[in-house]
């Protein structure tokens, strides 16, 4: 069964930092086009960020040269490093990949505020 | 990046009833190797998103056969053929043809 667990969500001041994690099970992060998405209250979901199997990565134009997407192949884990974080970065962020594009977390919550 | 336009954005449906909604892209979601590279998702209220369909008009594991996707190239639809209570939550559709993928604005079904 595809399973992905997201952590690393929280409160944070205006141009601070978090790394959310997502760990997997059921398939091999490193075999799989993995991507963090982004719904932000009262929005829809907004597509942030990808790594393919090859390591290549691609971000949305809202998130480039703040948020770095990552993994661990050891420890089967998708990370993303967010950095100078605004308050329209609060959301509930998804970690989502994996067969058939059919996995996604329960989300982690990302709270931007002074 | 690919736009994604879905119609309509509130959906209030009769139990019992067919629903459906389109979902249009900027550009053509046809491959070369024949598939469309389009999916439906369903994010009830405070769960995560599931995805229906894949590539058009693949049902995912577990997913009712009410629920059917179809189109090609640059118009989609996904049909309901009797809306349950369950089904109420936003409705996305996503590109998955380019690296990076966008959504539909997402449309709100609801219970009449």
């Known amino acids: 069964e595809v399973q992905l667990v997201e952590s690393g969500g929280g409160l944070i001041q205006p141009g601070g930092s978090l790394r959310l994690s997502c760990a997997a099970s059921g398939f091999t992060v490193s075999n799989n086009y993995m991507s963090w998405v982004r719904r932000a209250p009262g929005k829809g979901l907004e597509w942030l960020s990808c790594?393919?199997?090859?390591?290549?990565?691609a971000y949305a134009d809202s998130v480039k040269g703040r948020f770095i997407i990552s993994r661990d192949n050891p420890r089967n884990t998708l990370y993303l490093q967010m950095s100078s974080l605004r308050a329209e970065d609060t959301a509930v962020y998804y970690c989502a990949g994996g067969p058939q594009r059919s996995g996604w977390g329960q989300g982690t919550q990302v709270a931007v505020s002074s | 990046d690919i736009v994604m336009t879905q119609s309509p954005l509130s959906l209030p449906v009769t139990p019992g009833e067919p629903a459906s909604i389109s979902c249009r892209s900027s550009?053509?979601?046809?491959?070369?190797?024949?598939?469309?590279?389009l999916d439906w998702y369903l994010q009830k209220p405070g769960q995560s998103p599931q995805i229906l369909i894949y590539m058009g008009s693949n049902r995912a594991a577990g997913v009712p056969d009410r629920f059917s996707g179809s189109g090609s190239g640059t118009y989609f639809t996904l049909r309901i053929s009797r809306v349950e209570a369950e089904d109420v939550g936003v409705y996305y559709c996503?590109?998955?043809?380019?690296?990076?993928?966008?959504f539909g604005q997402g449309t709100k079904l609801e219970i009449k």
């Open positions: 996503m590109q998955a043809l380019q690296t990076r993928y966008t």
């Open positions: 550009q053509s979601l046809l491959h070369s190797n024949g598939n469309n590279f």
């Open positions: 790594i393919y199997s090859g390591g290549n990565t």
